[in-house]
């Protein structure tokens, strides 16, 4: 379970009872009912609040500012101290102008090892006194009978004969000519290899006086294929997601509204709501989503499908780049087909009904986008813990999930004799 919540669930959280306050007995009150449905406990959202009514003025105490201003002045002190104390041990050594060689500083790291400091910080004072090292490099020199590996030998020997042809005729060759000068002169080279080592040591062929495309658009807008080909189910949940957002009527203006929804138990995973529709309204709801999962002490496999439309935030180089990070398939409907994405339509036409309109969730005009996250909160609520699906066999989605997993960790039945 994530040690910290999420900065955009928090500021959520204390929007909610600061904006809606009033419409309960005491500030506990509302911090137990809004609580319970976003699954915090009182005391803690309770303290968010007060850490706000602080940072906003209207209580004395430190703000989060300060608080945090004076964690890194600590930090900073401490790491200061740290690297004047080892500065100065290293006095003796670095008085001179060359490296000192590898067993001295060997020998250093060792003696400070051994008074409690830790071989980064160590290693850090040395680079910025002019001793490269790394700590993974002195923990390669502590291994006993450590050889060389095959591939380090062997780029050394190519590495020596790139480097005599510099400031001779062969110097201008680029990668293939290389290649095949390096073969004519009895090393049985790669391309590859030529490659990656003329790029490391800066060496390149010579190239004809002309200007260099930096960009370069490409011919075709390639996009995600179609992984799921209308198949909406899933075997296991956190497999396949589905995603997209809708737009609410406020009487400030627009607020659209991000879903995602796990396809297995049609349970809706995360939600965000932002007065513009840019590629943070998707990419904060996706990484919600995630940090809610991981809270819930679930591990999200790698290659869980996350399918969406064609839409310019879902396609956008951000999200598509986090999608990666994270170990997500990226899907995206077919075009010109109206069902590409139905079962997120159609739980976007239950919002619409069942919350947006007047209704339980909805007392009065949707004014800002408090409002609509006011209702949305207590619609997804309901939606995933209480409201029957008769596509799961009339159980909230949040019961078939659970059901799900007794099965899996359910014991055995015990075999009978015979």
Request: one cysteine or more.
């Amino acid at each position: 379970m994530p040690k910290k919540y999420d900065a955009e669930f928090k500021a959520r959280a204390v929007r909610m009872v600061r904006e809606h306050q009033q419409d309960y007995p005491s500030l506990t009150v509302a911090c137990q009912q809004i609580g319970q449905q976003l699954d915090l406990g009182r005391e803690t959202l309770r303290n968010w609040v007060r850490q706000a009514e602080i940072d906003s003025g209207d209580r004395d105490g430190v703000t989060t500012a300060e608080a945090e201003e004076i964690k890194r002045l600590k930090a900073e002190n401490k790491r200061l101290r740290e690297a004047n104390e080892i500065l100065r041990k290293a006095s003796n050594f670095l008085c001179g102008g060359a490296r000192p060689p590898q067993s001295l500083i060997a020998g250093f790291i060792d003696q400070m090892r051994a008074e409690g400091y830790a071989v980064e910080s160590i290693c850090a004072v040395l680079r910025e006194q002019g001793v490269p090292v790394a700590a993974r490099t002195y923990r390669s020199w502590k291994q006993p009978g450590r050889q060389p590996a095959a591939r380090t030998v062997s780029d050394a020997v190519v590495m020596d004969a790139l480097l005599a042809t510099v400031g001779t005729p062969e110097g201008l060759y680029g990668r293939r000519k290389m290649t095949a000068y390096l073969r004519r002169c009895g090393l049985a080279v790669a391309h590859c290899t030529v490659d990656r080592l003329m790029r490391s040591l800066g060496l390149a062929g010579v190239v004809r006086g002309r200007r260099v495309r930096t960009t370069i658009p490409a011919k075709d807008g390639t996009r995600a294929a179609d992984l799921l080909n209308r198949n909406f189910t899933a075997a296991a949940p956190n497999t396949v997601w589905v995603a997209d957002f809708t737009y609410v009527r406020t009487w400030a203006g627009f607020v659209y509204v991000a879903f995602i929804v796990d396809v297995f138990a049609q349970r809706i995973v995360s939600w965000n709501a932002a007065t513009t529709r840019t590629t943070d309204l998707v990419l904060t709801c996706l990484r919600m989503g995630r940090w809610d999962r991981t809270r819930q002490g679930l591990v999200l496999p790698d290659g869980l499908i996350h399918h969406h439309d064609a839409g310019s935030q879902y396609t956008a180089l951000r999200f598509t780049e986090h999608l990666a990070l994270e170990g997500m398939a990226p899907s995206i409907g077919s075009v010109g087909d109206a069902y590409d994405n139905c079962l997120m339509e159609s739980i976007i036409g239950l919002y619409k009904t069942e919350c947006i309109r007047p209704g339980p969730f909805l007392k009065g005009p949707l004014k800002t986008v408090s409002d609509v996250e006011y209702a949305t909160m207590a619609w997804v609520d309901w939606y995933n813990t209480r409201r029957l699906h008769s596509s799961l066999g009339n159980v909230p989605p949040a019961e078939f999930e659970a059901a799900h997993y007794d099965q899996i960790t359910a014991s055995p039945p015990e075999t009978q004799p015979v």
